[in-house]
Nanobody, 121 residues
């Protein structure tokens, strides 16, 4: 039974950086892992995904600014976010799924954390 707990959100000025963390319990390396975000009034969208069976994929809005990574020893997923913009303001979630791994398929990821808020002003 996989559980995900995000942390690291906060309020930053435009141009600043944040690193989000997602502690994973019950995880094994067969899962697709991803970061998603949801702004008020908008649908949840993919930011970055990674798995052992495919390439790392970034949303166009994240390319060149965000980096997804994983520390296997700590069972922790990270999202390093640089050059943040006000439009990056959202609740950020990490997610996992054993059978699905597309950045456009937020609805099909089966396991979610509680989210961490990122506000850029």
């Amino acid at each position: 039974h996989v559980q995900l707990v995000e942390s690291g959100g906060g309020s930053v000025q435009a141009g600043g950086s944040l690193r989000l963390s997602c502690e994973m319990s019950g995880y094994n390396h067969g899962y697709c892992l991803g970061w998603f975000r949801q702004a008020p009034g908008k649908e949840r969208e993919g930011v970055a995904i990674m798995s052992t069976w495919g390439p790392i994929t970034y949303a166009d809005s994240a390319k060149g600014r965000f980096t997804i990574s994983k520390d296997n020893d700590k069972n922790t997923l990270y999202l390093q976010m640089n050059n943040l913009k006000p439009e990056d303001t959202a609740m950020y979630y990490c997610a996992a799924d054993l059978n699905f791994c597309l950045i456009t398929g937020a609805r099909r990821f089966s396991i979610w954390g509680q989210g961490t808020q990122v506000t850029v002003s």
